[in-house]
Every structure is written in C-alpha cells, then in structure tokens.
C-alpha cells in the first residue's frame, strides 16, 4: 500500500509553513511529516472521509446567504494541521494583547473624552462617519471600561515569513465553534502525533468565556444567555454550541422582555432576570427603539436596560467602530498614542480612498490592488485586481468616485501556504489565522486558532462564505 509523500509538492513563489526554500522541513513540523509519511494513502482518505462524517453528525453547519438553494454545508475541515511553533506564538500573544488594549482605549476615547480627534492623530471625519460609529453610545461606559470583551484578529504570514494584521474584528467574532471541535476531531484522528507534539490545550476556551463573562456583574450567579438571530443565520451552529458550553440558554430577541428597566427571559415557569447577554446580534438590530426601527431581531428597549447598568452586553455596543477599514490604517499610530510603544505586530500598507492622493493611486493602479469596502465582510464587497477582469475594475472606478469613504486598497498579499489533502495527493493551499481574544479583568489569548483555508487552487479568499475551509491550528509547547 503506497505510503504519503511530499514528492510532488511544489514550494517556490510562496512562504509554505511546512518546508522552507530548500525543502528542507521546519523544525515545528519535523515531527509531524515523520509520522504521516507512515500512512497509506488509503487510510488517509479514510481519515478526512471520517472527519467530513463526523462534522455532520455534530451538525457543524452552516448557511452561505448567497446560496439560493439553501443547502447548509459543513466548514470543511483539512486534517493536515497548521503547525505554529511555541516562539512564534509567544510573539503573537504579546502583540494581539497590545493590539486589543490599545484599541479599547481607542473606542472609549471616541465616545468620551475624544483627544484623539483633537490632537489630530486620526482624522475626526473619518470615524464619525463611519457605518459603524454610534452616537447612542456618546457617553458610555462598559464594565471595566472594556468595550470588545471577545475579539478575533484576522493574520496572515506574508512572502517574507513575518506575521501581519489582515484586520481586526471587535463585534461578534465567529468561529471559535470550529477552533473548539476541530480540536476534538483531530485529537482523535491523529491521537499519537498530538501527544508526542505537546500541542497546547484550547479546551478551556470556554471556561475562560464563562468566567470572563461572570466578572461583568456583581450578581452572585448571573443568568448569562447568548443571544441569536435565529435559526437561519449562517453561525447558527456556533450560537447554540456556545450557549450549551457555558451552561446559558440560547435566546432571540423575542425570548426576551424589558420591563421597569430590567431584562427578562420568558420560560414555561414564568418570567427570569438576565444579567449578562453575550449579543450575536448586530448594533443596529439589538433595540428597534433606538436603532433600526424595523428590526425584528432585537428587543425593545434592552439599550436603555444597559445604559441603566441592569444588563451587560458583550460584546459592548459601538465597538464595531475600530473595525472600520479605514480606521484600521491608523492603528499603528493609535498604538503609538495610547501606550506610547511600536505596533508588535504591522499592518498591510492602506490607501484610503477618502484621501484624494491615496484615491488618485487606486484609481490609476486598481488592477494590481486590493479593494475593500470599509463596513465589508466574509469576503463580500471587495476586488483582488490582479485576478479581475477590466469589466469589474471598471465597476469598482465607479464605486470608488461615488463613495470614496467606503473604500480602502492594500497591495495583493501573497498569504502563505500549508499541506492540504486534496484527492489523492497534497498540494499547498492559501490560509490565514485567526486567534480569539478575552479580555474581561485580564487578557488571554486562546493557545490556537482557526485557521481558514482557500480551498480552490490559487485561491486567495479563505472565507467559509466564498468556499473556505478549516484547519486544526497546534500551537507547539516550547522545549
């Protein structure tokens, strides 16, 4: 029976996380590679068909809103692990928790004090006419003056080996459900190799989740609920998985009442108190009193219920505002202004379009550039010009010149490559990396990640939405 082998994979013109420039096999995968060329092809196959099996039978599913035939699909989990080495993740680490300390202030600043608008370190215009800047929030303070209790920071690794922010997500991050199960898959599927690896633990994600979510209230025995669209949102999976692992009841909006200022559930026994709701639910939808007026998904007057002090809501309304776009461009500088230190860890270079010279060169350069709109996500909304037809350049000209605020471009990022099982053979395949972040009275960052792969070959679009997959992300004791 034919053994698996890296004969025929090909490394050159990308960083492969696996094999450096000469073929030769870095140190965090040595092991690993070993083991795996003692598998028969066969058996491996077996292994990612028992895999596919097993995430459909957890139900680990979801919706693409693009999808007309609305068939859910599982996030196809690759069984070939993303190797990171303990170094690297120590260096990461400290990086995000200087990243999400920075950019809570940075949202406490602009709904109070604003010093950072008036010394000039951000442009005023550019965040309050952001999509996601709320004036309902002028004034607020969350517990703990921490506005984004749950955050996830899109890496990637570029040609040169380092590692840089692709952008960050401070609203209601998604994927933690899978980071969680994939882990419990592939421990079993290669159960040898991840005990010889001292791969670092991610269970107690949400034991971390629950306790964080306890220190937000002075109530003895919080009743914590997860708050969900419903049963036709495409993370519908996570929402109910998440509310089963920290022991909370999974909610709509219209489970939920408010009466003389206070947060209800309604149950079969009568009417329970909330006190902690960790909100799946966008800003504009959670209060169609305050917000959007025809939303049928949040609640009326939860907003005034936390404004009040009777509820917590996490993630903390308005923090959406530091995942704009073109505030992302400043980051670095903003880093630089509250803890008076270098970014850790760099951004791509943005041109913002709302800047008439940085306007000016994505006009002239659109088809060797990246084009994202600012309020953009899951993939939608954006042009990779170097794989763009002049038909679609064209539109996005057009775009552009009727709202430049809308838009910001980076160079094409070539991301970095990992060994992906892909019929009968292994080929490299383009990932990024997202960690998960708790920050409540301290920050930890989730020994793990998931990492989202571009499942069609050349591929640069790793989300599930446009065809991704997943990786299992073993982070690496150090020895």
Known sequence: MAKVNFSEYQIKGFYDEMFDDNRTVRPSYDLFKKSLEKVSWNKLNNLQNSTDRTQLS???????????????????????????????WDFLSRGLQQRIVALNMFIDDIYNDQKVLKDNIIPKELVLSSASYMKECVGLKPPQNVWSHISGTDLIRGADGKFYVLEDNLRCPSGVSYMLENREILKRTFPEMFEQLHVRPVHDYSHYLRDMLESLTEVEKPNIVVMTPGIFN??????????????????????????DGFVYMKTIKGLQQVDVIYRRVDDEFIDPKVFNKDSLLGTPGLFSAYLKGNVVLVNAPGAGVADDKAVYAYIPRLIKYYLGEEALLPNIKTYICAEESDCKYVLENIAQLVVKQ??????????????????EQDEFVIKIKNNPRNYIAQPMINLSRVPTLCDNTIEGRHVDLRPYILYGKDIKVIPGALTR?????????????????????????NK
Do not use: C
């Open 374 to 391: 600012t309020d953009g996500s899951g993939g939608y909304g954006m042009l990779i010009g170097p794989h763009s037809t002049k038909e």
């Open 453 to 477: 792969v571009a499942l069609t070959k050349g591929s640069l679009v790793v989300n599930s939405s446009q065809g991704g997959g997943s990786k299992d992300t073993w982070v690496l004791d």
């Open 58 to 88: 957890l139900g680990m599913t979801f919706n693409v809103y693009s999808d007309n035939e609305g068939v859910e699909r599982i996030l196809h989990l690759d069984i070939i692990p993303r190797i990171v080495s303990g170094d690297d």
């Open 234 to 259: 495409s993370a519908y999976f996570e929402h109910s998985y998440l509310a089963q692992q920290i022991g909370g009841e999974l909610v709509e909006g219209r489970d939920l009442v408010v009466q």
